[in-house]
């Protein structure tokens, strides 16, 4: 092989051959597969991810909206229907006050705030609107259904970001760039650049 890759630039010369495979623990032709440290960092800390989202009680399905407690409308909806859009509303808006709302709690009224902000109005109110379906009782349960999984996600709380992923050593360090180095000489020599 090393023969058929050097043909091409230099002219047969058994000595010289003999002068590469005399110098084969030269660090061009040393390719050991490191598997990286850092993938294993990596690996290992999204690991712990999923333990600490499996260790979370709480489920989309203990989220209860008490819907006494919030304003419901109903006007004319650009959605489908045809001509019954023009006669019916079928369009449903909620809304209620997330500073002022006493069954949530404030850590999630914040993380509503933060996170939702779009749906959130200069008077504080949170808005959700729904036109998808025909219909005004169908329309009205896929917006509760969003303000439900809004309430859920503002309820698990945000991990503290740490520096979990411990950085890597200065002979791991080392041994990462070698390798690279090693790869890049490689590919300079199937291509027959020899520019070094």
């Not at 259904?145 to 411990?166: C, F, G, H, T």
Request: net charge positive; with cysteine.
């Amino acid at each position: 092989m090393l023969k058929r890759c050097f043909s091409k630039f230099l002219p047969y010369n058994p000595s010289s051959l003999n002068l590469f495979s005399a110098q084969s623990h030269h660090r061009l032709y040393n390719f050991p597969y490191y598997s990286f440290s850092k993938n294993r960092r990596n690996e290992e800390y999204r690991k712990k991810l999923e333990e600490e989202r499996e260790e979370i009680a709480i489920k989309l399905e203990d989220i209860k909206i008490p819907r006494e407690k919030i304003e419901t409308n109903f006007s004319r909806s650009s959605g489908p229907g045809g001509q019954n859009v023009n006669k019916l509303n079928t369009k449903a808006e909620i809304r209620f006050n997330v500073a002022s709302c006493d069954w949530l709690e404030a850590d999630v009224k914040e993380r509503l705030k933060s996170k939702f902000f779009n749906h959130i109005n200069n008077d504080g109110e949170l808005i959700i609107t729904c036109q998808t379906s025909r219909t005004q009782s169908r329309n009205l349960e896929e917006a509760f259904d969003k303000l439900q999984e809004m309430v859920y996600k503002a309820s698990i709380p945000e991990r503290e970001r740490k520096n979990e992923i411990p950085a890597e050593t200065h002979y791991e360090t080392r041994r990462r760039v070698e390798d690279k180095r090693r790869r890049s000489d490689v590919k300079k020599i199937r291509s027959g650049n020899f520019d070094w």
